[in-house]
């Protein structure tokens, strides 16, 4: 069975504080995803890396980083967490040529 | 720019009461339509992925229709468990850009 990882379901985080999130992937896909999904906004691409060391900013990367060192593993780093950025996150991964995104359980992140 | 806008926003339903939800889609140049299903605190599952105008899929209560500017997913006789928000997606151009819609809210009472 696919399976996406993210390590946090809920996380607290200050102002100003440095977040990173994590999600791990078993099945060996090329592409990495990160959303944030917001009422009314449904989902919004953040990042998406196509490789190893390899990324590309998608609608709203404005105020997020994200790393790749590892196939299956794709951060998601909040330099300096704002408000505005308390949200779902989501995490996807897909196989190189078929776009079915598979998706992990969701980090809910509320910044204070 | 691609758009994605699926309706209704939110449908009640009895339980054995057939309906349909609507994905209209302008994107350029459709390489495919994707509906998901995402239940509450979960992240979205995959349920289909149509390529073509006049293609359909189906699985179990569920089917997926698509046509040149919209998609339906039609279902039959539901059931109490086929309560979720059903998203709609469409990739076009870019090697992975996806746009979703924001998704229709269903709920089926017994």
């Known amino acids: 069975d696919v399976k996406v990882t993210q390590s946090s379901r809920y996380l607290v985080k200050r102002t100003g504080e440095k977040v990173f999130l994590e999600c791990v992937q078993d099945?060996?896909?090329?592409?990495m995803f990160w959303y944030r999904q917001d009422p009314g906004l449904g989902l919004r691409l953040i990042y998406f890396?196509?490789?190893?060391?390899?990324?590309e900013k998608g609608d709203i990367p404005e105020g997020y980083s994200v790393s790749r060192e590892k196939k299956e593993r794709f951060s998601l780093i909040l330099e300096s967490a704002s408000t505005n950025q308390t949200s779902m996150y989501l995490c996807a991964s897909s196989p190189g040529t078929l776009h079915i995104q598979y998706f992990g359980a969701g980090t809910r992140l509320s910044v204070l | 720019e691609d758009q994605v806008t699926q309706s209704p926003e939110a449908l009640r339903l009895q339980e054995g009461e057939s309906s349909s939800l609507n994905c209209s889609y302008t994107?350029?140049?459709?390489?495919?339509l994707f509906w998901y299903r995402q239940d509450p605190g979960k992240g979205p599952e995959f349920l289909f992925t149509?390529?073509?105008a006049g293609e359909e899929k189906e699985k179990e209560r569920l089917k997926a229709t698509l046509t040149k500017k919209e998609s339906f997913l039609h279902i039959t006789a539901p059931k109490p468990e086929d309560s979720a928000t059903y998203l709609c997606?469409?990739?076009?151009?870019?090697?992975?850009?996806?746009?979703f819609g924001t998704g229709t809210k269903l709920q089926v009472i017994p």
């Open positions: 997606a469409a990739n076009s151009g870019g090697y992975q850009k996806v746009t």
């Open positions: 149509l390529y073509s």
């Open positions: 890396s196509y490789d190893v060391k390899m990324k």
């Open positions: 099945m060996d896909h090329e592409n």
């Open positions: 994107v350029s140049g459709l390489r495919g």
